[in-house]
């Protein structure tokens, strides 16, 4: 009996989320897809969301996509396979993440020019206002709801529809499990990619990453101080939520993978290979 069924094309769409280790990925896909990745930059087009991306892959054969402007839900196709792929980062971590690459951003958006003008603690205050961009308030938990663009405040509902996102999607990253993550990732991708290698070389480094998490949220929580902090942890609660709930995630998805620590130790070998 012949099955005229069509091959569904898979690709994978990188739901890249500004400073949450997107550009180390997207080194990545970049080896091992060359010109079937695009690394996407119209984002006037990309926030029209589904009705664009939906016919946009159709229309360019590509495996890999990657874009800061992805807007959730997904499209549905009788064509492709799509896989979301989703990289969260400890929320108060990301903020010193953002001031440092903003301080040294050459464009002239809104962040790059008030990181330029103003010491940490007075450009995380200013983003802290309902009024400005929502760029360090629960930032990952508006993008797992489609929310980009938008200042509201997040709320439990939102939250909840992110989990669920989450739980939902197999490629599940986080920024300090990065190497636990591209062994999940890897494993998870073999049965459409065989070949696939998620070694990396690092990109976007600054000095603060040389140290701990721990030191490093430490340092912030500092900085803030008594009066801002608490502001900060409330317009990021669901953010520290959903950061939690993945890192337990990547960490019971590893868990159930055959032979583990080997395959980490692989990868991190592959890592020095690509120096």
Not at 60 to 81: E, G, M, V
Not at 194 to 209: C, G, H, W
Request: proline share 4%.
């Amino acid at each position: 009996m012949n099955d005229n069924k069509e091959i569904k094309r898979v690709v994978i769409i990188h739901v890249h989320m500004f400073k949450n280790a997107g550009t180390t990925f997207d080194w990545s896909l970049n080896k091992n897809f060359g010109d079937s990745f695009i690394d996407h930059r119209d984002d006037a087009e990309m926030r029209k969301g589904a009705k664009y991306l939906g016919p946009f892959l159709e229309k360019n054969y590509i495996n890999a996509i990657s874009s800061h402007h992805i807007k959730l839900p997904l499209p549905d196709s009788n064509k492709l396979t799509l896989l979301p792929v989703f990289i969260l980062r400890n929320p108060i971590d990301r903020i010193g993440s953002v001031y440092a690459f903003e301080k040294k951003n050459k464009s002239n958006s809104l962040g790059a020019i008030m990181a330029k003008k103003m010491p940490f603690k007075d450009f995380v205050s200013w983003y802290m206002e309902m009024r400005n961009p929502a760029s360090i308030r629960d930032f990952q938990t508006r993008y797992c709801t489609g929310n980009i663009g938008t200042n509201r405040p997040m709320n439990e509902k939102d939250y909840q529809y992110s989990l669920k996102q989450l739980h939902d999607t197999s490629l599940v990253g986080i920024v300090d499990l990065y190497d636990k993550s591209m062994v999940v990732f890897e494993q998870t991708l073999k049965s459409y990619f065989p070949s696939i290698d998620l070694s990396y070389i690092k990109q976007n480094i600054n000095k603060r990453q040389q140290k701990t998490l721990e030191d490093r949220i430490s340092d912030i929580k500092n900085d803030l101080g008594k009066e801002l902090l608490p502001l900060v942890m409330e317009n990021n609660k669901f953010d520290l939520m959903l950061y939690n709930e993945a890192k337990k995630l990547v960490i019971s998805r590893a868990s159930k993978i055959s032979d583990f620590d080997n395959k980490l130790e692989n990868l991190k070998k592959r890592n020095l290979g690509n120096r």
